[in-house]
Each structure stands twice: as C-alpha cells, then as structure tokens.
C-alpha cells in the first residue's frame, strides 16, 4: 500500500491530480493505463473510513489540486447493472451527514456525465432488503464503504477539488456473501485463504463470485475511461 510519507506527498507540492482507491486491484486497472500512470499520481489507501482517514492524515499540509476517490460500489437502485459508471453528486454517511462534491467544477466538464448521490455505510450491506431501505432513506444511488472520509476530510482542511468516481460491481439484488466482511486486508490486498475458507462453507455463493468479478471488471474499465476523460489531456489525433 502506497502510504503519502512513503510516497514524496507529505509537504511537497503535486501538480498531478491524486485518484485515491481502496483496494489493491483496483489501483491496478488505474495503473494499466498508460495515460492514467502517466497524468495521475494513484495511490491505494486500504478499506473502510479509518484506513481512508488514516492516508489522509498525512496528506495535510500539502499543495495539490484535483483529488478524486475511484473504485466500484454496491447499486442501491434497481435499474443500475454492473459496469455503469457514476460521477458523485453528493456523498453522505450512514449517519446522516451530507457533503456536495466540489469536483468537476467546470461546466462543461459536468455536462452529459451520469451524476447521483453515494452513501457511504461503515458496515457491508449484504441483503438486497437492506440496500432497497438505505435507498428509500437517503435517495443514494450507490454504496460505498471509503467515499465519506475524503469528503469529511476536504471540508475540515478546507479542500477546493474533490469528488468520487465509481462503478457498479453488484446490484441490487445480489446477495453478497457471508464473511465478505474479512476478504481484504486493511493493506487493500485480497485474502484467499479467507475466501476460499467462507466459499468452502456456502458453496453457492460460489457462482454470485464469479458474477461480482466479472462486474468488477466490467465497471472498472468505465471508469478508467471516465478518468481518463475528466483529468488527462486529450491526446493528439494520429
């Protein structure tokens, strides 16, 4: 996990825009791009808001600008399939508290992008009953278990550029498996052993696996495109 003291970030001033994400394989669709590794300094904070927290800590005092979290999410709402793509709206906790995103300011930059709310749940939402009720209280879009901290965090230091861009990795109506809970590593690495441990005990979440990896794939391909979009430079017509 690439940690800011670890990295030149701490105290230092980035001209390149930061794109923060959770888990380790997500980091690596962002670096599989050329134009992304190249414009974009993508770093790996870990699961969960304290791991998010944690990263962002080290970043205070430091001169940058554009800073976006990216990844996939959980679909709230049943018309979203996995591989769609959603800019954040607004992103608010599963305690209430709500943030506007700042990012992209440009209008133009804004316009056409498919925009919704995203909450932030500080627990798994597993059961399709219980994303239906997070949807029907909050009107979010898309869940998340990170987005908030960067949120809470730019508004405390006062940060002028940030937003979230996801993917949907699962719908509505998955069920997610039990014990999905401890299958990263607070580095953001995947667990094998665990999966393969909790998979052995409920050998027909087997298949919903399977379906999940293919929606991870699928949504973060859309969003390097998103990303590559929003923060590159346009390249050059051959």
């Avoid at 190249?38 to 001169?63: K, M, N, Q, W, Y």
């Avoid at 809470?152 to 949907?168: E, F, L, P, Q, Y």
């Avoid at 999940?212 to 495109?225: D, F, H, Q």
């Amino acid at each position: 996990m690439n940690r800011a003291g670890q990295t030149g970030l701490s105290g230092g001033r980035l001209s390149r825009p930061i794109v923060l994400c959770a888990l380790e394989y997500e980091a690596e669709h962002l670096h599989a791009s050329a134009r992304l590794e190249r414009e974009v300094s993508i770093h790996c904070t870990g699961p969960g808001v304290e791991a998010v927290l944690d990263f962002l800590l080290e970043l205070d005092g430091s001169d940058f600008g554009i800073i976006v979290f990216a990844g996939v999410a959980g679909a709230l709402m049943p018309r979203l399939r996995a591989g769609e793509v959603r800019v954040a709206r607004r992103v608010m906790s599963d305690d209430g508290e709500k943030w506007t995103a700042s990012w992209p300011r440009d209008e133009s930059a804004a316009r056409g992008l498919s925009m919704c709310d995203m909450l932030t749940s500080r627990r798994i939402l597993r059961l399709p009953e219980e994303r239906r009720s997070a949807h029907e209280t909050t009107g979010a879009a898309l869940v998340d278990t990170e987005s908030a901290a960067l949120a809470a965090w730019a508004t405390r230091t006062n940060h002028k550029s940030w937003g979230v861009v996801r993917g949907v990795s699962d719908d509505v109506q998955t069920i997610l498996p039990d014990g999905i809970d401890h299958w990263i590593g607070r580095n953001g690495r995947v667990r094998p052993w665990r999966i393969g441990y909790d998979l052995l005990r409920q050998p027909r979440s087997i298949a919903t696996v399977r379906r999940m990896g293919e929606g991870s794939k699928l949504a973060m391909r859309g969003v390097v495109e998103m990303l590559e979009n929003l923060l590159c430079e346009q390249e050059a017509p051959a």
